[in-house]
């Protein structure tokens, strides 16, 4: 953990909730990442299915491989043990078979050391979801947008604009909470429909495009770092570090073509110098 930080649970994400307090939470795929994130203070780290496309170049987070997540979450809590660290469960690890679901959820906790697992839900999946917790799976459900559903409506949209598609994302949330979610987490929904899921709620919930009433806020770390090439208008640069990346990058390819590569820290002594050309010669 680390130096001078305060190590943070799903207990302590209830009592910022109960506060009327907000905690912050950034997707995350990597340990050195994380370490730097954990010193930032930032509360909730999620290894999410976004993973596909910041990480290995796919279009869309339906690409992303489930031993690949639980890898990639266990190197982010060794980056970061102090953090609350969410694993996303990826497209049809859990949807096809309530068994298998479970199963992989435990990988997550077991193999990745997750804090929790999150799966892209409806009421439908209420079952689901009181199994886990009855197994001892924290989890925290995803409402609204469902971003592994985006083939259905022909790419990613909101939701939640019509009186009935926001009834249906109030009764999905309530459903879910009974069921045991730990948390919930809505996505790309209107801000009056979501501070109703906040009000109805005992558990936290985490906003994602969802509006300013949620107890804990999420986006992609790299949006907020400017290195993608599109962001969504709720996670706006807040740095440019692609551009940063670029500029040495740059600068590398410019030494490395000019032969300005500093002083070679490495030395051999004068006198193994001489014993290595000899033995060298005879070699020879």
């Given amino acids: 953990m680390a130096e001078g930080t305060t190590p943070v649970t799903l207990r302590d994400l209830g009592r910022i909730a109960r506060s009327g307090q907000r905690f912050s939470c950034l997707t995350c795929y990597d340990a050195t990442t994380a370490r730097w994130l954990e010193r930032a203070g930032v509360e909730v780290l999620l290894v999410g299915d976004t993973a596909a496309e910041m990480v290995l170049g796919f279009p869309s987070t339906v690409h992303a491989p489930l031993d690949f997540l639980v890898t990639l979450t266990a190197g982010v809590k060794r980056g970061a043990p102090g953090r609350?660290?969410?694993?996303?469960?990826?497209?049809?690890?859990?949807?096809?078979?309530?068994?298998?679901?479970?199963?992989?959820?435990?990988?997550?906790?077991?193999?990745?050391?997750?804090?929790?697992?999150?799966?892209?839900?409806?009421?439908?999946?209420?079952?689901?979801?009181?199994?886990?917790?009855?197994?001892?799976?924290?989890?925290?459900?995803?409402?609204?947008?469902?971003?592994?559903?985006?083939?259905?409506?022909?790419?990613?949209?909101?939701?939640?604009?019509?009186?009935?598609?926001?009834?249906?994302?109030?009764?999905?949330?309530?459903?879910?909470?009974?069921?045991?979610?730990?948390?919930?987490?809505?996505?790309?929904?209107?801000?009056?429909?979501?501070?109703?899921?906040?009000?109805?709620?005992?558990?936290?919930?985490?906003?994602?495009g969802a509006g300013p009433a949620c107890h804990g806020q999420v986006v992609v770390l790299h949006d907020i770092l400017g290195m993608t090439h599109w962001q969504p208008s709720f996670a706006r640069p807040l740095a440019q570090v692609g551009a940063e990346v670029e500029r040495a990058a740059r600068l590398w390819r410019e030494r490395v073509r000019d032969g300005e590569l500093g002083e070679h820290p490495y030395a051999i002594a004068p006198d193994e110098l001489a014993r290595l050309q000899q033995m060298a010669g005879a070699a020879s």
């Avoid at 999946?125 to 925290?140: H, Q, S």
């Fill in 84 to 208: 609350v660290v969410m694993a996303d469960m990826p497209f049809m690890s859990y949807q096809a078979d309530d068994a298998e679901g479970i199963r992989n959820a435990g990988r997550f906790i077991t193999e990745g050391n997750a804090d929790c697992v999150k799966i892209e839900a409806d009421r439908s999946f209420a079952p689901l979801v009181e199994k886990m917790a009855r197994a001892g799976i924290p989890v925290v459900a995803h409402v609204g947008s469902k971003p592994q559903q985006a083939k259905m409506k022909g790419g990613y949209a909101s939701t939640g604009r019509t009186a009935e598609t926001a009834l249906r994302v109030l009764h999905d949330a309530a459903a879910l909470e009974a069921a045991g979610a730990c948390m919930l987490l809505v996505e790309a929904c209107p801000a009056e429909v979501t501070q109703l899921v906040v009000e109805r709620a005992t558990v936290p919930v985490i906003g994602c």
